[in-house]
């Protein structure tokens, strides 16, 4: 079954510290992976994807097929990063999006 | 540019009551999504229209849910008779046709329901 574990439903920094949203995933073939955000008051938004192997705000991720993971990290956070982060995964060959349950990440000052 | 555009945005209703969501999509996106996002829980698809046919409503509760997009543009979900478990946040969202690696799924902000 296709399935995508965020097991951290909040998790709390303070400003200048490493951050690593943890993300593991189920699926049985070759699966495209992504991290959306929800700002507060704001539309859920494309963060990153594991194909581009960019870095966006200072986020990177990096799939680990072996673990079948797609973490999230930033090395320094900052206070802007506070949001729901939503790791999910697509299938081969179809525009389904399967999302995790989600992380509140809090940077406190 | 434009982004997804859903009314109402926020809606308190009796059960066993009818409800409708609007949606209008980029323009240019052929692909349209209503995803069901209930409090704690992840967005979860609920149907994908390509144009104006469907390609995947298998987690569409057929007895009481109903999408159309007529005319492969603007799309309306309902739910009839709408149950406490509906209550949720009905976000659609659309994309480009031509799905490639870098294709993006933008959101609108959602239609927040509430069945009391």
């Known amino acids: 079954a296709q399935r995508v574990t965020q097991p951290e439903k909040l998790l709390s920094v303070f400003k200048g510290a490493p951050v690593e949203l943890k993300c593991n995933y189920s699926y049985s073939g070759s699966p495209e992976l992504f991290w959306y955000v929800q700002y507060s008051r704001q539309r859920l938004q494309l963060l990153l994807r594991?194909?581009s192997r960019e870095s966006i705000k200072g986020f990177t991720a990096d799939l680990n097929k072996g673990e079948t993971s797609f973490h999230l990290k930033k090395p320094f956070a900052q206070e802007e990063d506070s949001a729901m982060y939503y790791c999910a995964l697509e299938g081969a060959n179809t525009d389904k999006l399967i999302f995790g349950t989600g992380t509140r990440l809090q940077v406190f000052p | 540019e434009a982004g997804v555009a859903q009314s109402p945005r926020y809606k308190i209703i009796e059960k066993r009551q009818s409800v409708a969501f609007w949606c209008n999509p980029i323009s240019g996106h052929a692909t349209l999504y209503w995803y069901q996002q209930i409090l704690g829980q992840g967005p979860k698809l609920l149907i994908q229209?390509?144009?104006?046919?469907?390609?995947?409503d298998s987690q569409l509760p057929k007895d009481r849910f109903s999408a159309e997009r007529l005319k492969g543009v603007d799309s309306t979900l309902k739910i009839q008779p709408a149950k406490l478990e509906d209550s949720a946040v009905y976000l659609c969202?659309?994309?480009?046709?031509?799905?490639?690696?870098?294709?993006?799924?933008?959101f609108g902000e959602g239609s927040w329901l509430t069945v009391v």
């Open positions: 594991h194909i």
């Open positions: 229209f390509q144009n104006n046919g469907v390609v995947d």
């Open positions: 969202a659309s994309s480009l046709e031509i799905r490639d690696s870098f294709g993006t799924i933008y």
